[in-house]
């Protein structure tokens, strides 16, 4: 394990996007057309080309695609996905001889494609009455345009509680009218916003927006027909399909899927182009090997590297943070709010500013791994068993196994995912004893259960300041840091909440 970091950042406390509820008798929004000539694409300062010679520079590419497993997590696809669904995009972009721009826009489209993933996760858990994850791989097998063999998928999705949870689950959807096209819509328009608000132009943008719409028409959210549908969302569909079938019956069957649905679902073309990726075995290995992201890495399209700023850094811990909080509608504003408060908790205690600035990061993302785990889960009412507490404990190891891939975030990774530590050892995963947690792990603890104790929970009301403190205190010298809760204190009671 790596040395835990000694801090975080400064700020104006994050303000999350409200998530809109979409009914079941939204209106299909009109059709739009997304213009041939995108060539124009203008970056925003979280990334700026690489100067040469920059040894130490934070590529873009390397973050987006660590950052990618996490998204895969919560599709409950295989790790990788992504990253070969990108490999796949930038073949065939570049065998269609795409300019550099548009390949650029293309490949953190699908770098990025399930940033949205999260959105409809306690939705369709709920819908479903089964842990999201697995109804969401589940169902990326079938083929939507066929009645029958979507209907069977959907019922052995549904209820995990047993023959007739499963029945009335089932009749639920049935009744549920447009809940696909809605599901779709939450997902595919919270992707896109992240994009937006990541600097991303607006064809990267557009191509996550129109990621489930269908050549035949029968797609969603739009369900935008044949040329209407961006180009760059017509390669990200066929690439994330074909992952699907490759990750369960390799490469004759991610081929097969796209000839089967060549003019349903995908562009006619587009297949005609990778068929004649079947017979190259050599590609097809190095795309199933664990150098994945080297592979992706190497074939970023831009004519000078990208490296991420700061300020880039800081942007995409918020987005991400969003990402995670988007899962449960009890944790919506949380990573911001843990953030806020341990950020404020070392500035009340004199950390240097870049270590505030730190620990602002590990506060947006310490809950990272709570997007590999049930929305089932999360948003129980009542007690959880052994199985599923087993699923809770574990969330902590899924961040530090994120958050360490990323270079720029390993310096407060483990401080992240020490959040559940407490000084007694009675904390979790590995409970760890005070004197091997650092002052920020101490203070990223002490943030979190001071939010978690003011915030609604699915089985209490959040409690008031004064009432929460009392329980801080009560901790403190045992289980919470003394020094720590008295920074929060000083903290609410100044200009914190």
């Known amino acids: 394990m790596p ?20 009914t079941d008798d939204v209106a299909r929004p009109p059709r739009t057309r997304t213009p041939r000539d995108q060539s124009a694409i203008a970056w925003r300062p979280v990334a700026v ?38 490999a796949m995009a930038m073949r065939a972009a570049e065998e269609m001889g795409l300019g550099a721009d548009d390949r650029l826009a293309l490949y953190y489209a699908v770098l990025l494609k399930d940033a949205g993933c999260s959105s409809n996760a306690a939705r369709l858990s709920a819908l479903f009455g089964a842990d999201d994850r697995a109804v969401k791989a589940r169902l990326k097998r079938v083929d939507w345009h066929r009645r029958w063999p979507l209907a069977l998928a959907t019922l052995g999705a549904a209820g995990e509680d047993g023959p007739l949870a499963r029945l009335r689950h089932f009749l639920g959807i049935a009744r549920a009218g447009a809940v696909t096209r809605q599901l779709i819509a939450i997902r595919c328009e919270r992707g896109a916003g992240v994009a937006r608000a990541l600097g991303f132009p607006e064809v990267t943008a557009s191509a996550i927006a129109s990621l489930d719409e269908h050549w035949n028409g029968q797609g969603h959210p739009q369900g935008l027909r044949g040329e209407e549908i961006p180009l760059l969302a017509r390669i990200a569909n066929l690439a994330q399909v074909m992952d699907v079938f490759l990750a369960s019956g390799g490469a004759e069957a991610a081929v097969r899927v796209a000839e089967e649905r060549s003019g349903s679902w995908f562009d006619p073309q587009l297949v005609q182009l990778v068929r004649a990726w079947r017979g190259d075995a050599r590609w097809w290995r190095r795309l199933r090997a664990s150098d994945t992201q080297a592979m992706v890495a190497e074939s970023e399209p831009s004519r000078a590297p990208l490296a991420v700023t700061e300020v880039g850094l800081d942007a995409i811990a918020a987005a991400f ?11 919506f504003s949380h990573s911001a709010n843990v953030a806020t408060y341990a950020e404020g908790v070392g500035r009340a205690m004199g950390l240097p500013a870049e270590e505030c600035r730190l620990l602002r990061r590990a506060g947006l993302l310490h809950d990272f791994g709570k997007l590999g785990v049930s929305s089932r889960v999360l ?30 975030f390993q310096p407060f990774a483990w ?19 005070g004197d091997r947690l650092s002052l920020p792990a101490r203070i990223l603890t002490v943030a979190d259960v001071y939010e978690a104790l003011v915030a609604d929970r699915p089985y209490r009301g959040g409690l ?15 289980q919470l840091c003394v020094r720590s809760v008295a920074g929060l204190e000083a903290f609410v009671r100044g200009d914190g909440r």
């Open 3 to 22: 040395s835990p970091h000694q801090g975080p950042h400064q700020g104006a406390p994050i303000t999350p996007t409200s998530r809109a509820a979409l």
């Open 49 to 86: 080309p690489v100067a040469p010679g920059d040894a130490h520079a934070v590529r873009l590419a390397e973050v987006l695609s660590a950052l990618s497993h996490a998204l895969d997590l919560t599709e409950g696809l295989p790790n990788g996905h992504a990253l070969r669904s990108c």
């Open 321 to 331: 943070a969003e990402i995670i909080d988007a899962k449960s509608p009890y944790t």
């Open 379 to 408: 948003d129980k009412p009542g007690a959880l068993n052994a199985v599923e507490r087993a699923e809770i404990l574990r969330h902590p190891v899924y961040t530090w196994e994120i958050l360490s891939r990323v270079s720029a």
């Open 415 to 433: 401080t992240a995912a020490l959040h559940h530590e407490k000084l007694d050892g009675s904390g979790y995963p590995w409970g760890i004893r």
């Open 464 to 478: 008031g300041r004064d009432k929460a403190l009392d329980v801080l205190r009560q901790q403190a010298g045992t």
